[in-house]
């Protein structure tokens, strides 16, 4: 029997980063996955995937709306071939998972593939159809990640009911996709098959749509995706999900409880994520589960089981693969004698439509609720010469901080390329900056980061320069 210093069940970014810090270190690991590509979700079904398809459709949508102003002049139709598209998603994918395996090489960490469940707190039998191995471990961690969500009366058949897994392979672009959810994985895949050509409606539970976000980005994704003509049915209950040939019928009851009806040839349920256990045998281990099937962890992700951790989707906090690998660190270190920490109020989140949203910190609700006094300051991007020069001038940088202090709360941002500009608001909330500090930060001309340093002299004082 093989024995390890640490087995880590799953290999998305959780359990992969955790297996490689923990090499890093000088332990001896396994890395066990069920599925024949390492990755996880992430890499395989979700993340990369995803922006693959975003930057394609992004690509194809210039082409058609913008090229001729830039005085790019295409002869005959541009025309979208769905099946090279995802074919180079699909590249992508390969590319990225192939990135893994020469990781885990390089750093002599032993690959298994099959099920991986628990015999007892230190033996996890490895099932690979009627193959089984059995190998023994001081610690474990358990970063088995999650999957999509759905209601308890649809039933998803996979074919024209379909989750995010499926979106991401497509043979055909949907003349209407009806998409229940209006969270970030919904969004997402809404921009990229409106932008090519499909009728998208989009149906949310709540008041708005990426309702965790400050409100003001909301209200401000809301307008800009309408401008696209994806049409949004907020406050909309879904009582019923029913497939007849190749239409889908989506009932629901709106803010008034009326019924309304929707009818199209693709239903995407989008209604988040959650955490994926079936399989590990936790019980077996004295591994306890929440009500909510995750598994319980204290301050250092540590389960009721001493030696056995758990990080990334499985737990509680949000389900991001940056957030799990943070995690995943945090576990190797601690098992090494060291004193990691993660502040999750500084783990950005992200949304990668176009314009793309980002944050960190307290939104203005939090901040209200919490009775903290704040100020505001906040810069329109259409201002910057940056923006106007590559045509993305929606959105806007808001940022918040204490009243008396000046001590940066939090930073909301949707515009071009925020998804990498929320870093610079990362890193000044780590050494908690004030809006003074990135105020006097020089920041280069013209750029979109101008945003964050117009916004901060919005929030010192009102003395922005440029609007």
Same mark, same amino acid.
């Given at each position: 029997?093989?024995?390890? $210093? ?7 970014? !959780? ?62 139709? %541009? ?31 032993? %690959? &298994? ?47 024209? %009911? ?55 980005? +909301? ?15 907020? +406050? ?28 199209? $040839? ?42 056995? &951790? ?6 509680? !906090? ?33 949304? &990668? ?19 903290? +006094? ?59 900056? +004030? ?33």
């Amino acid at each position: 029997m093989n024995q390890y $210093d640490v087995a880590v069940i799953g290999s998305g970014p !959780g359990g992969y980063v955790a297996a490689i810090r923990c090499a890093q270190l000088g332990m001896k690991t396994a890395i066990i996955e069920k599925y024949n590509t390492l990755g996880g979700t992430c890499l395989n079904v979700g993340c990369i995937p995803s922006k693959a398809l975003l930057d394609s459709s992004h690509h194809y949508e210039d082409a058609v709306k913008h090229f001729e102003t830039h005085g790019i002049e295409i002869p005959g139709e %541009v025309r979208v071939n769905l099946e090279k598209m995802i074919a180079r998603k699909q590249a992508v994918v390969d590319q990225t998972t192939k990135g893994i395996q020469f990781l885990m090489d390089k750093n002599k960490i032993e %690959v &298994y593939q099959g099920i991986g469940s628990f015999q007892d707190a230190t033996h996890i039998s490895i099932q690979q159809g009627k193959k089984e191995t059995v190998i023994e471990a001081k610690n474990t961690i358990i970063a088995t990640g999650s999957k999509p969500a759905t209601l308890p009366f649809i039933t998803l058949d996979k074919e024209r %009911v379909i989750t995010s897994t499926e979106a991401l392979k497509l043979k055909e672009i949907p003349k209407h996709m009806v998409i229940i959810g209006g969270g970030v994985i919904g969004l997402e895949l809404g921009q990229v098959y409106r932008r090519l050509g499909a009728d998208v409606s989009v149906i949310e539970f709540m008041d708005r749509i990426i309702p965790g976000m400050d409100a003001a980005l +909301s209200r401000e994704l809301m307008k800009v995706l309408k401008k696209q003509k994806i049409k949004f049915y907020l +406050s909309h209950k879904v009582k019923s999900v029913q497939r007849k040939g190749k239409q889908v019928t989506i009932k629901a009851d709106d803010k008034k409880g009326q019924e309304v009806s929707f009818s199209g $040839d693709y239903c995407l349920v989008s209604v988040g994520r959650k955490p994926y256990t079936e399989g590990l045998n936790a019980e077996a281990a004295g591994v306890k589960l929440d009500d909510k099937g995750r598994v319980e962890v204290n301050g250092h992700l540590q389960t009721s089981a001493s030696n056995i &951790y758990a990080v990334g989707d499985v737990v509680r !906090g949000a389900m991001l693969a940056h957030k799990a690998e943070e995690e995943g660190t945090m576990v190797a270190e601690i098992l090494a004698g060291q004193k990691p920490h993660i502040d999750y109020n500084l783990i950005p989140g992200v949304v &990668y439509t176009w314009p793309e949203v980002a944050a960190v910190g307290k939104t203005e609700e939090e901040l209200k609720e919490a009775g903290i +006094s704040y100020k505001s300051g906040q810069f329109p991007m259409r201002a910057l010469g940056r923006s106007r020069a590559s045509m993305d001038i929606d959105g806007f940088v808001k940022i918040l901080a204490d009243k008396e202090t000046d001590e940066v709360l939090g930073v909301h941002m949707i515009g071009a390329r925020c998804a990498d500009l929320i870093t610079e608001a990362v890193t000044a909330m780590e050494f908690r900056a +004030s809006a003074e500090d990135i105020a006097r930060m020089s920041h280069a001309h013209p750029t979109y980061a101008e945003a964050v340093k117009e916004a901060a002299l919005a929030a010192t004082e009102d003395r922005a320069l440029h609007v």
